[in-house]
T-cell receptor, first 113, second 114 residues
Framework: GAVVSQHPSRVICKSGTSVKIECRSL??????MFWYRQFPKQSLMLMAT?????????EQGVEKDKFLINHASLTLSTLTVTSAHPEDSSFYIC?????????FGEGSWLTVV | DAKTTQPNSMESNEEEPVHLPCNHS???????IHWYRQLPSQGPEYVIH???SNVNNRMASLAIAEDRKSSTLILHRATLRDAAVYYC???????????????FGKGTKLSVKP
């Protein structure tokens, strides 16, 4: 079946630095990918829609200058958390549409210390 | 977006069937009913989806009420690996840019006892 892969699965960074998370569709092309954030014991919150070759669409309340999204190819979208702070520590998950089904990546744990 | 309502939690015994309910009284004619589950520390996993007719796959069955205002995900024989949060989500199919931004509710946390 279709697979979406994220990297890294876990990352620890220092406060004030930036960290990039990659999301790849391994066996299908995805013109649109989606980024979610999930805090412990909470549900997934959609952050933004990543569109290949154009600007991402951010949900209300999500800072586009802090969470930079780049969708440079049909199989890769990246999320860069800039100037990370401890409150950005969370589980970040991407998804991509393959036909009528949405496939999710394994998620990336970000810890900002 | 049409909303769904699910119980916060359910318990099941291993090897027994599990029926997970979902209410979606404001569903529109173009909404498909999707089910995903999320195991601890993992991304959500697709389970099944349907529009009007009941659906079966290797993971589960989906029973959809005739008026489409409710549905039930059926796990025929629960295993310990089925312990997860199950999400019932309505989605319009299509190829527009926003078709695929699933909106997650709180889901149902299923516990399976050995």
């Amino acid at each position: 079946g279709a697979v979406v892969s994220q990297h890294p699965s876990r990352v620890i960074c220092k406060s004030g630095t930036s960290v990039k998370i990659e999301c790849r569709s391994l066996d299908f092309q995805a013109t649109t990918m989606f980024w979610y954030r999930q805090f412990p014991k909470q549900s997934l919150m959609l952050m933004a829609t990543s569109n290949e070759g154009s600007k991402a669409t951010y949900e209300q309340g999500v800072e586009k200058d802090k969470f930079l999204i780049n969708h440079a190819s049909l199989t890769l979208s990246t999320l860069t958390v800039t100037s990370a702070h401890p409150e950005d520590s969370s589980f970040y998950i991407c998804s991509a549409r393959g036909g009528d089904t949405i496939y999710f990546g394994e998620g990336s744990w970000l810890t900002v210390v | 977006d049409a909303k769904t309502t699910q119980p916060n939690s359910m318990e099941s015994n291993e090897e027994e069937p599990v029926h997970l309910p979902c209410n979606h009284s404001t569903i529109s004619g173009t909404d498909y009913i999707h089910w995903y589950r999320q195991l601890p520390s993992q991304g959500p996993e697709y389970v099944i989806h349907g529009l009007t007719s009941n659906v079966n796959n290797r993971m589960a069955s989906l029973a959809i009420a005739e008026d489409r205002k409710s549905s039930t995900l059926i796990l025929h024989r629960a295993t310990l690996r089925d312990a997860a949060v199950y999400y019932c989500i309505l989605r319009v199919h299509g190829y527009g840019g926003s078709q695929g931004n699933l909106i997650f509710g709180k889901g149902t946390k299923l516990s399976v006892k050995p």
